[in-house]
C-alpha cells in the first residue's frame, strides 16, 4: 500500500483521510480498541490492517461485517495497552 520507507507523515495523513471518509464510531473497551467503518470501506480496512500489521506486529486484529458496517476489533498485548490511546488519538475528530 505504501512504499518502502513511506513516512510517518504519509500514513498519519492517509489514516485522516480514512477517518473522515469512511469512520461511522469508535470506542475503547477494556484493552481493545473498537472501529465501525462504513460496509463500502471493506478495502480500506484490509489496508490499514496490513498497515499496522507491516509496523507493529504485536496487535491482534478482528473483523467482522454486518448488513451496515464493517467492526474492526485492534487488541496489543497487556504490555502494550498504552499504544491504545496513541492509536485512539488518530480517529479523534480534530
Same mark, same amino acid.
Given at each position: 500500500m505504501f512504499p518502502d520507507g513511506a513516512g510517518l507523515a504519509e500514513r498519519l495523513e492517509w489514516l485522516r483521510a480514512l477517518r473522515s471518509r469512511a469512520l461511522v464510531d469508535h470506542w475503547r473497551e477494556g484493552h481493545s480498541l473498537h472501529l465501525l467503518f462504513a460496509k463500502? &470501506? %471493506? &478495502? #480500506?480496512?484490509? !489496508?490499514?490492517? *496490513?498497515?499496522?500489521? !507491516?509496523?507493529? %506486529? =504485536? $496487535?491482534? =486484529?478482528?473483523? !467482522? *461485517?454486518? &448488513?451496515?458496517?464493517?467492526?474492526? %476489533?485492534?487488541?496489543?498485548?497487556? *504490555? !502494550?495497552?498504552? =499504544? $491504545? #490511546?496513541?492509536?485512539?488519538?488518530?480517529?479523534?475528530? *480534530?
Open positions: 463500502e &470501506a %471493506r &478495502a #480500506d480496512v484490509n !489496508a490499514l490492517i *496490513e498497515m499496522e500489521w !507491516a509496523c507493529c %506486529r =504485536f $496487535l491482534t =486484529f478482528a473483523v !467482522a *461485517e454486518t &448488513a451496515c458496517a464493517i467492526h474492526l %476489533r485492534v487488541t496489543p498485548p497487556p *504490555e !502494550a495497552v498504552p =499504544f $491504545l #490511546d496513541e492509536l485512539l488519538h488518530h480517529f479523534e475528530p *480534530e
